[in-house]
């Protein structure tokens, strides 16, 4: 089962990335005139907590003096980013993190790093499964959760994943894409950084 799920990532990764090669290129162009820089890269961990590398599309300027990451992020928006932001466009460079194995269509969304040695045993459980282009969690208010309760649905899906309830997710994630639904927290803002409480 686990062979033929990997054939299907493969498969449906690369028939989106050839059939989006235009978007991709388009986004790149519109982001490198605009911005100068096109891709956002970072370590984040994996299934087994394996360290890989995550691709995303730019959507913000660097850091200036006084400014702090996650508390300024969506003052820091490009105008290209806030749309690629809102249309979840700045995800499709994670096609390339499906296609070379690292991630999967639905699992829980592969968070920093930095945050491992902040989880409890039973957090760390959302590292069995592959992390997900989107999930659970992102179906039931994506960044409009706290982390509690995103692990909380993780974990669930950990317990329960199937390829019935992975369709049902990609036919529920829908509605967050055409609508913008949970880019930003309640607050306004991308998400705050995981301290192991909130």
């Not at 990532?9 to 090669?21: E, T």
């Not at 005139?33 to 995303?56: A, C, D, H, M, W």
């Not at 997900?132 to 179906?139: C, K, S």
């Amino acid at each position: 089962m686990e062979k033929l799920l990997r054939l299907k990532d493969i498969i449906v990764s690369i028939g989106l990335l050839m059939g989006l090669s235009p978007l991709f290129v388009f986004i790149s162009l519109l982001l490198w005139v605009s911005q100068r820089k096109v891709f956002f890269t970072q370590n984040r961990p994996g299934k087994g907590e394996r360290i890989f590398r995550l691709y995303k599309f730019s959507t913000l300027r660097e850091l200036q003096e006084g400014e702090r990451e996650g508390e300024h992020d969506r003052q820091r928006e490009t105008p290209v980013g806030k749309i690629l932001r809102r249309s979840s466009l700045d995800e499709l460079p994670q096609l390339l993190n499906i296609f070379l194995g690292d991630m999967t269509f639905v699992g829980p969304r592969p968070l920093r790093v930095e945050y491992l040695p902040l989880y409890s045993q039973e957090e760390r459980k959302r590292h069995l499964v592959k992390p997900g282009l989107t999930g659970w969690a992102q179906v039931h208010g994506r960044n409009q959760l706290s982390f509690k309760q995103r692990f909380k649905y993780d974990l669930w899906y950990v317990e329960h994943k199937s390829f019935w309830l992975d369709l049902f997710i990609l036919w529920k994630t829908v509605p967050y894409l055409l609508f913008s639904r949970g880019v930003y927290t309640p607050m306004g803002s991308s998400m705050p950084k995981f301290n192991g409480t909130n």
